[in-house]
C-alpha cells in the first residue's frame, strides 16, 4: 500500500471480514468503503478536561472539532464511567501476574 506518507502498521492488519458484523441472521454486505487517509501528526500532545456538567464537556468538544485541530481522540466520561474504570484496575492489580 503506497500512500504518499507514513502509514501505522496497526492500519494496515485491519480485519475487513470482521467490519461488518450482522445479529439475528441479518445477512449483511458491504458494497462501498470510503476510507480517509490522514498524514501523520506533526506533534502529538495530551491535556485532560474537568467540567461541571456532561453539557460543559460536550460544548468543549464541540468548540475544539470547529477550531481547526484534529484530535486523534476525544473521550467524554461521567463519574460512573470512571468509577467503573477504578474498579476495574483494581481488580486486574490484584490478579496474579502470568
Do not use: W, Y
Not at 495530551?46 to 481522540?73: K, N, W, Y
Not at 467524554?76 to 490484584?94: G, T, W, Y
Request: proline share 5%.
Amino acid at each position: 500500500m503506497r500512500t504518499g506518507t507514513r502509514v501505522h502498521e496497526v492500519f494496515l492488519r485491519l480485519r475487513f471480514d470482521r467490519l461488518f458484523v450482522g445479529s439475528e441472521g441479518t445477512l449483511g454486505i458491504i458494497t462501498e468503503i470510503i476510507l480517509k487517509i490522514s498524514p501523520m501528526p506533526l506533534s502529538h500532545k495530551t491535556a485532560l478536561g474537568m467540567f461541571s456538567s456532561l453539557r460543559d464537556a460536550g460544548q468543549a468538544v464541540s468548540d475544539i472539532m470547529h477550531s481547526g485541530i484534529i484530535p486523534s481522540v476525544l473521550e467524554i466520561m461521567d463519574a460512573n464511567s470512571i468509577r467503573v474504570l477504578r474498579e476495574i484496575r483494581a481488580f486486574l492489580c490484584r490478579m496474579p501476574q502470568p
